[in-house]
């Protein structure tokens, strides 16, 4: 999402973060209430194209929210009423937006809880184990399976272990794959936990693994390059020889390949 969307997201959120910090726990539910608009735009492109058309009054589409949310708290309704009067790039910007809000509240839920580090590592630590299960990730991101069925693999494979955010937010992505594959959508809540935190993440692959020290040695490294913390997901993958492949974001990194990290491969090795 960018320019005009991003814009009309940022302003969204800044005005929602209020209403997630006086929420506190409880905000998870507001962000299933979001998650519930998000699925009504996605089946429907005439909800989706009234909701962004520009050339429609505002206070008229908010009017269209008011009686699509009557149910809805009140929070709620005022976010997607001040949204739908926004301007959007794109007919899918704004269920998208409604859907990265929606992480938000389950995130904020967390953060309220003193969880959002575990939820966090629980969202990285599934995605690894589900790296050799390939049919497994094919179900739960096939939509021409019942979402029932999807929902009760994903069920069976967090067996109550996780917190109620991480499998909210699992359940979430297996219900409701918007064209995503499972581990990006993970992937994504994840980033943006981080950043709630002020972090970057920085996902690390390793050929044999890396020391708690060298671990420390690299978030600092990375830490001075981006200017903020870094958290570290590290896997191991014996196929990568001789170094690091770092990713930050859209940046790709690769010490087996860069000379730019030579300096910091030296350091890590000391």
Partial sequence: MRGTSRVSLERAAERFEP???AAGAQAAGLGEQLFAVVDA????????????????????????????????DPQVVELVSDMVRSRWSA??????????????????????????VRVEDELFR????????????RALADESVAVERRLALID?????????????????????????????TLGHVGEL??????????????????SVTQQDRLEGILARAYGRPVKLNVTVDEAVVGGLRIQVGSDVVDATVLSRLDDARRRLAS
């Fill in 91 to 116: 007919e899918p910007d704004l269920a998208t937006a409604l859907e990265e809000l929606g992480f938000h509240a389950l995130i904020a839920s967390a953060e309220a809880g003193g969880e959002q």
């Fill in 41 to 72: 735009l996605d089946s429907s492109g005439s909800l989706r194209r009234t909701l962004t058309d520009p050339s429609i009054d505002g206070d008229a589409k908010a009017g269209v929210v008011r009686q699509l949310l009557a149910d809805a």
């Fill in 19 to 21: 209403v997630l910090g």
């Fill in 126 to 137: 599934l995605t690894r184990a589900l790296v050799g299960q390939r049919e497994a990730r």
């Fill in 193 to 210: 936990s981080a950043a709630r935190r002020q972090r970057l993440v920085a996902a690390v692959t390793t050929g044999s693994g890396l």
């Fill in 156 to 184: 069976q494979i967090l067996a109550g272990r996780t917190s109620p955010v991480t499998a909210a937010i699992a359940r979430r992505a297996t219900a409701s794959p918007r064209g995503r594959r499972f581990a990006a």
